[in-house]
């Protein structure tokens, strides 16, 4: 990674249309149409192990790729602090726009285009876990959540609360250990991070839906995990501590509706 000039990377984009102005960290040009929905992601940990590539392979629906780097696939952990979320042309709601979320996602592609899989994602918030798991067919699941911040250190915990759901729980002490970077393409941080869209297999077969935002400011982490069954619930193994671990502070994104992947 190469060292980002000092920065405020709590400071949100002039405007929308400042956001969408910058693209050329892009691999790919913006989506066609109008954004649906606004997020601010705060207190980021990627925690990423690698997985057997079968293992993972099992997870996706036919028409998705494995993405492996080096030829080796990678699952991550990330826990994080949702905010400011609303959709386009509306403020953001009480008790809609703010909440903790903890996902666990691999990497895959489609031709060309390179994305996200969730595996899981859970969420303090039963409305936008609804929601979610209409609109967007993502596997989203009902969590208490709590994260505190002391120190530079952040401490979050997690446990599945969804009704017929197998268990999870995640409890961790997390914190960034270097400056704000920027990821060189062709690099690993690049691989984990830039990802601009993510697919989804609903009723109706498989979507995807473009995300845009800044380049990620990450930074080296440190994090101390004292409990983590999210990859078991899914019934991946995970050996031993990360392989990869980095922070971020904040970051703001601009999602567009899922549209369907033709066959």
């Known amino acids: 990674m190469s060292i980002l000039p000092a920065m405020d990377v709590d400071a949100p984009p002039s405007s929308v249309r400042g956001l969408l102005s910058q693209t050329s960290h892009r691999s790919a040009p913006l989506p066609h149409g109008n954004w649906v929905m606004f997020q601010q992601w705060h207190q980021l940990l990627f925690a990423h192990w690698q997985v057997p590539a079968d293992d993972l392979r099992r ?19 990330v826990p994080f602090r949702m905010n400011g979320v609303h959709m386009r042309g509306l403020p953001p709601l009480p008790g809609l726009s703010a909440f ?11 031709g060309e285009q390179r994305g996200v899989w969730f595996v899981s994602l859970d969420a303090a918030n039963r409305p936008a876990v ?22 530079g250190e952040i401490a979050f915990g997690s446990q599945r609360t969804q009704r017929g759901s197998t268990p999870a729980e995640f409890r961790a002490r997390y914190g960034p250990t270097g400056p704000v970077e920027r990821a060189r393409p062709g690099t690993l941080e690049d691989f984990l991070t830039e990802r601009y869209c993510l697919f989804a ?5 498989l979507s995807c839906a473009e995300i845009h935002h800044q380049q990620w400011p990450l930074q080296r982490a440190r994090a101390d995990i004292a409990v983590n069954t999210m990859a078991q619930a899914s019934g991946l193994r995970l050996e ?16 567009w509706a899922p549209r369907p992947v033709a066959p």
């Open 100 to 110: 903790l979320e903890l996902n666990v996602r691999t990497y895959v592609r489609r």
């Open 201 to 205: 297999l609903g009723p109706r077969g």
């Open 130 to 151: 609804f929601a979610a798991r209409r609109w967007y067919n993502l596997p989203y699941f009902e969590a208490e959540m709590e994260l505190v911040e002391r120190g």
């Open 59 to 77: 997870q996706l629906p036919p028409g998705l790729e494995l993405d492996l780097f080096d030829g080796r696939a990678w699952l991550g952990v």
């Open 240 to 255: 031993g501590p990360p392989l990869a671990l980095h922070f971020a502070r904040r970051m703001d994104a601009l999602i």
